[in-house]
């Protein structure tokens, strides 16, 4: 169980959240500026919440109460964002060794060796980031984000550059990665349709706050928020477009 409660006040904008989510696909989705990027870099550690308490598992992450506050490299999460960019002086294995350094060598080999072939990054293992393709990219950003075997994996709109072809691809290795690593996943994405054909969980946030918590069935329906409601009409016609193709 991945337990969250959090409190921030940022200049003008107050974030008061609270979710749970077991070994699945949760996503953080509504408008920009609800606090969705602020609640993952708590999650990670790059930002102190005021007051609250994060829980992996038997783990506290941070407490305010008790006075715990673990650091970001303690977390063991894998962090991945949209413009988080590779290493360019770094081949594609020595990006992937960047994820599990402190560990021994040995075994450090062997984790990068596997993850290599896990995302078929076989035939660009020695090649740099410039000589990549924006697909292959992304392979190595959450080969490195994941060949430490995190706790959980925290992904910030990481596929809002790339085309639609490119976002089909990722969605496909995204539902891979759920099934073969078995790890608790948190997206967050202005895309409807990543939305509706990824979550196994939706938490839909409006002005820092949680407005409502449910399958993409049941928010899609009907969210209970008029605001929402506005943004789902204006773009349902789309997302039956492209389930009906």
Do not use: C
């Not at 988080?84 to 990006?95: D, E, G």
């Not at 062997?110 to 995302?119: A, C, L, S």
């Amino acid at each position: 169980m991945f337990s969250v409660r959090l409190k921030k006040t940022l200049d003008n904008f107050s974030l008061d959240v609270a979710w749970e989510m077991d070994k699945e696909m949760l996503v953080l989705f509504g408008p920009s500026g609800a606090g969705k990027t602020v609640t993952l870099q708590m999650i990670a550690g790059v930002l102190k919440p005021d007051a609250g308490r994060i829980v992996s598992g038997d783990r506290v992450f941070f407490d305010s109460a008790a006075g715990i506050d673990l650091p970001p490299q303690k977390r063991r999460l894998g962090y991945v964002f949209q413009d988080r960019a590779l290493f360019p002086h770094m081949t594609v294995r020595q990006n992937i060794a960047y994820g599990v350094l402190g560990r021994d060598r040995g075994g450090r080999e062997g984790m990068v060796r596997r993850m290599i072939g896990t995302f078929h990054l076989e035939d660009s293992e020695h090649k740099y980031p410039r000589h990549l393709s924006g697909g292959q990219k992304q392979r190595v950003t959450l080969a490195r984000a994941l060949v430490g075997r995190p706790e959980a994996l925290l992904l910030d709109e990481p596929f809002s550059s790339l085309d639609n072809n490119l976002r089909i691809e990722m969605r496909r290795l995204l539902r891979d990665i759920r099934r073969d690593f078995n790890v608790p996943i948190i997206l967050i994405t202005h895309d409807l349709l990543e939305a509706y054909s990824l979550a196994d969980t939706i938490v839909l946030y409006a002005a820092g706050r949680v407005a409502q918590i449910g399958t993409p069935g049941q928010l899609f329906n009907q969210t209970a928020n008029p605001d929402m409601d506005l943004y789902m009409a204006l773009n349902l016609p789309l997302l039956m477009g492209h389930l009906s193709e």
